[in-house]
């Protein structure tokens, strides 16, 4: 690595949770791969901050023995790694005791940037924020970075923006979704709108449905004291599904600034159809995983995970059909999905581009429709499904598929999304953070279908973990002639 200083200038980026799993998975390996590639300025320190009694030397001891094994093995190098911990210390307070935060204004540069990152529970913010302002760290050069999920509900979601808002302003406050730091999402922008081919069908009539599926092979873990009083609806739709919607179906904003991209994509959430009882009835399905076979391994059912509690109703899947109610998308169908313990780990995006108004080939030609096949994630490519002909005498139609493999396409690397966002938000670039109106208004499309579920006792349908979820989800597209992608 170049050991050349970028600047003197101070930073300093305080993690509320310090030794909390966020922290020691995702935070300090995306900061030691931003030390590594010579990101972080000269002056730039982290602090852990954390209940846990220890000292300095005890919280570098945990962080050693738990982020290497996190870090891309060929990345990690002791030298580097040593002159990472260096930039690190740790202050060990109780949040909620306004007297502790004085151990963190002695270690806190008092000139510039203060990041506070909290990856604590929500209902911590408006405390450790209005903490942090009694102690007279919250100023101009302090911003502070919300870790998902922000509320369980609209209520709890506009109190703590309200509450947030009395110590930082707008411009201050990074509302983290890390799906809008990966790559490929970003990419996705590109795609959009910096390839003229796309834009003049990118709408109703020329679009069928579009499908967008995140499926996770993993099953709940140790994370049910927190998942079961969420479900996948809250941890994931509401966030990670919708900001995908959103890129996928905004108008092309007027620049890149964060505002501008911002406004869009809230007038996508405020254009969808909002779901009534009838609606959620025949529109949603909810699921849960019992027993089966995760990658050839026999896996349990969520409900024989630890810590879920007896007959819990929690969906660990979702699909469901969403409409957006404007001129571009009109009775275009969008597809939302999501699960855990599904058969394979897939973020992909499916354009279902629409039928030919007439076909010279006939009526038996098996023409397939043309889908524009994005994959987030773990492959990072493009595909575009289109039919040729087949060797040989006659007209016989066959697909294949035009494909760009993203991960090879450039010698760049390519930043994991946190280590991205950790950037942005040192540069104070707000782009790919959401703006509170918008995460409101996913709420308010959102807490209905919660609220109508209940009303209707809907309980999730079981489905066996390493299957596609219950069958339920095939017949809402199957309704409507159409499929999931990899039923097709
Ligand atoms: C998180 C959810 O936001 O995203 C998890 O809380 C989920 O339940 C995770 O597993 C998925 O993220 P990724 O980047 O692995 O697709």
Not at 140 to 154: C, F, I, N, W, Y
Not at 198 to 216: H, L, N
Request: hydrophobic share 40%.
């Amino acid at each position: 690595m170049n050991t050349t200083p970028l600047d003197n200038s101070a930073q300093d980026i305080v993690i509320f949770g310090g030794a909390g799993d966020l922290a020691f998975r995702k935070l300090l390996p995306a900061l030691y791969m931003a030390h590594l590639h010579d990101k972080l300025a000269h002056g730039t320190r982290i602090v852990g901050v954390g209940r846990q009694p220890w000292s300095r030397e005890e919280y570098l001891r945990f962080v050693d023995s738990h982020s290497p094994a996190l870090i891309d093995k060929e990345a990690f190098n002791p030298n580097d790694w040593q002159s990472f911990l260096a930039r690190l210390s740790y202050v060990s307070l109780d949040v909620t005791q306004r007297d502790d935060y004085a151990k963190l204004k002695a270690v806190c540069n008092s000139k510039g940037l203060r990041v506070f990152y909290l990856a604590t529970a929500p209902n911590l913010f408006t405390q450790i924020c209005a903490h942090l302002a009694s102690a007279g760290l919250v100023d101009a050069q302090a911003r502070v970075v919300l870790e998902k999920p922000l509320g369980t509900d609209l209520a709890s979601a506009r109190a703590i923006n309200q509450e947030v808002a009395r110590y930082f302003n707008e411009h201050q406050i990074y509302r983290i979704d890390h799906y809008l730091g990966k790559e490929t999402v970003q990419n996705l922008m590109v795609l959009r709108f910096g390839n003229a081919i796309f834009e003049p069908m990118w709408r109703a009539p020329y679009i069928k449905s579009v499908q967008i599926t995140v499926s996770e092979t993993v099953g709940v873990g140790s994370r049910a004291g927190f998942y079961d009083g969420a479900g996948a609806m809250r941890d994931m739709v509401q966030n990670h599904l919708l900001q995908l919607l959103c890129i996928v179906a905004m108008e092309p904003p007027i620049s890149l600034n964060a505002d501008d991209v911002r406004d869009e994509k809230l007038k996508v959430l405020r254009s969808l159809r909002k779901m009534d009882l009838a609606d959620i009835k025949r529109d949603t399905v909810r699921g849960q995983y019992t027993a089966g076979a995760s990658e050839g391994v026999a896996v349990s059912g969520y409900q024989e995970e630890s810590n879920v509690p007896p007959h819990s109703t929690t969906e660990t899947f979702v699909a469901l059909r969403a409409h957006i109610n404007n001129a571009r998308w009109a009775n275009v169908p969008f597809f939302l999905r999501t699960g855990k313990r599904m058969q394979k780990r897939q973020s992909e995006i499916i354009i279902e581009f629409a039928d030919q108004p007439f076909s010279i080939f006939g009526t038996t030609a098996n023409q397939e429709p043309n889908r524009l096949i994005i994959s987030l994630q773990p492959e990072e490519s493009i595909q575009l499904g289109l039919m040729v002909k087949e060797p040989g005498s006659g007209m016989t139609l066959h697909p294949v598929k035009l494909g760009l493999d993203l991960q090879h396409s450039s010698n760049k690397r390519r930043a994991e999304a946190y280590e991205r966002l950790l950037m942005d938000v040192i540069k104070g670039r707000l782009t790919h953070f959401m703006r509170r109106d918008e995460l409101e208004a996913a709420w308010m499309w959102v807490e209905p279908i919660l609220d109508g579920w209940k009303a209707l006792d809907d309980k999730p349908r079981p489905y066996s973990a390493g299957s596609w979820g219950p069958a339920a989800s095939s017949a809402l597209m199957a309704r409507e002639n159409l499929c999931w992608f990899e039923e097709a």
